[in-house]
């Protein structure tokens, strides 16, 4: 090859070398994508990588906390028990076994009725009575009257059969009408429209003293028979029976106390008066005629 062959190859070789450096110069000033085809970028790639994986490890552990389940966790569940009451109501039925109460009814309010009777025919006697003079006007004795009747039709209302103990207790409230009535009807009839006689009246006020005893006592004897006969059976004796007599002949004998032989009133039924039923004897020796007529005891009673 001749000289200027060879510097012009020369030139040319510098030339190459001279756009070789440029290419370097340019690759070193451009980005990170051309690093990675030097030496020098490589080892910054190796450093970054270094680096992200110790950053990955360290959030991983932060962001999987889900260990924190209580913020996540759903809102507590609010329970409401209802509990419902039932009330029942049983209404029982007690059965209440007859007594002799049942059977007294009729007596026991015919005496309580009697009582007002009474007390309303006392009022007027009063009224019409002048205890100066010894006078009693005719609507008094008109009124005292009206009762003669009413404590014999009360006592036909009891029944026989009670216990000797609870009829006594009845017939004490029988002794108690009877006497009071007896007395009303005794003195009514001492006294007129002309002034009685000292010994007239000094006897009218003697029978006033023992209604007024009788109707003091009443109501005590009253209230003990009730509460003798709420505790004792029904009684049970047939009308014709001797039981029933018996009874008869007690309620005739109370009625001549009262009345009979000169009495006015003031008779107490503290004891059973004795009766004996074969003999035909009550009481003292008295002597009595038993008859049964239309379904009841008709008694007389021979005294004096």
């Given at each position: 090859?001749?000289?200027?062959?060879?510097?012009?190859?020369s030139?040319?070789r510098?030339?190459l070398?001279?756009?070789?450096?440029?290419?370097?110069?340019?690759?070193?000033?451009?980005?990170?994508?051309?690093?990675?085809?030097?030496?020098?970028?490589?080892?910054?790639?190796t450093?970054?990588?270094?680096?992200?994986?110790?950053?990955?490890?360290?959030s991983?552990?932060?962001?999987?906390?889900?260990?924190?389940?209580?913020?996540?966790?759903a809102?507590?569940?609010?329970?409401?028990?209802?509990?419902t009451?039932?009330?029942?109501?049983?209404?029982?039925?007690?059965?209440?076994?007859?007594s002799?109460?049942?059977?007294l009814?009729?007596?026991?309010?015919?005496?309580?009725?009697l009582?007002?009777?009474?007390?309303?025919?006392?009022?007027?006697?009063?009224?019409?009575?002048?205890?100066?003079?010894?006078?009693?006007?005719?609507?008094?004795?008109?009124?005292?009257?009206a009762?003669?009747?009413?404590?014999?039709?009360?006592?036909q209302?009891?029944?026989?059969?009670?216990?000797?103990?609870?009829e006594?207790?009845?017939?004490?409230?029988?002794?108690?009408?009877?006497?009071?009535?007896?007395?009303?009807?005794?003195?009514?009839?001492?006294?007129?429209?002309?002034?009685?006689?000292?010994?007239?009246?000094?006897?009218?006020?003697?029978?006033?003293?023992?209604?007024?005893?009788?109707?003091?006592?009443?109501?005590?004897?009253?209230?003990?028979?009730?509460?003798?006969?709420?505790?004792?059976?029904?009684?049970?004796?047939?009308?014709?029976?001797?039981?029933?007599?018996?009874?008869?002949?007690?309620?005739?004998?109370?009625?001549?106390f009262?009345?009979?032989?000169?009495?006015?009133?003031?008779?107490?039924?503290?004891?059973?008066?004795?009766?004996?039923?074969?003999?035909g004897?009550?009481?003292?020796?008295?002597?009595f005629?038993?008859?049964?007529?239309?379904?009841?005891?008709?008694?007389?009673?021979?005294?004096?």
């Amino acid at each position: 090859m001749s000289a200027p062959s060879d510097r012009i190859l020369s030139r040319m070789r510098g030339l190459l070398t001279l756009s070789f450096a440029m290419v370097l110069v340019i690759a070193g000033c451009g980005g990170d994508d051309a690093a990675t085809t030097t030496t020098e970028p490589a080892t910054e790639a190796t450093t970054t990588t270094a680096t992200s994986i110790t950053t990955t490890s360290t959030s991983t552990t932060t962001t999987v906390t889900p260990s924190t389940t209580t913020t996540t966790t759903a809102p507590p569940t609010t329970t409401t028990t209802t509990t419902t009451t039932t009330t029942t109501t049983t209404t029982t039925t007690t059965s209440v076994a007859p007594s002799a109460a049942d059977a007294l009814a009729d007596f026991f309010a015919a005496a309580e009725n009697l009582d007002a009777e009474i007390r309303a025919a006392a009022e007027v006697f009063n009224a019409g009575f002048d205890p100066e003079d010894g006078t009693l006007t005719d609507e008094a004795k008109d009124a005292v009257a009206a009762l003669t009747a009413k404590p014999a039709a009360a006592a036909q209302l009891i029944p026989a059969g009670l216990s000797l103990e609870l009829e006594t207790a009845v017939l004490a409230v029988d002794a108690d009408l009877d006497s009071r009535v007896a007395a009303l009807e005794s003195a009514a009839a001492t006294l007129g429209s002309e002034p009685a006689s000292e010994e007239a009246l000094e006897y009218a006020m003697n029978c006033l003293e023992h209604g007024a005893v009788s109707a003091a006592r009443f109501a005590d004897d009253l209230a003990a028979a009730k509460a003798m006969a709420a505790t004792e059976p029904l009684p049970n004796a047939a009308a014709d029976s001797e039981a029933a007599g018996v009874l008869a002949v007690r309620i005739a004998a109370i009625d001549v106390f009262n009345y009979g032989c000169d009495a006015c009133g003031g008779f107490a039924y503290d004891v059973p008066i004795a009766v004996d039923w074969g003999a035909g004897i009550v009481a003292d020796g008295g002597e009595f005629i038993a008859t049964f007529e239309n379904g009841r005891w008709v008694i007389g009673i021979m005294a004096c």
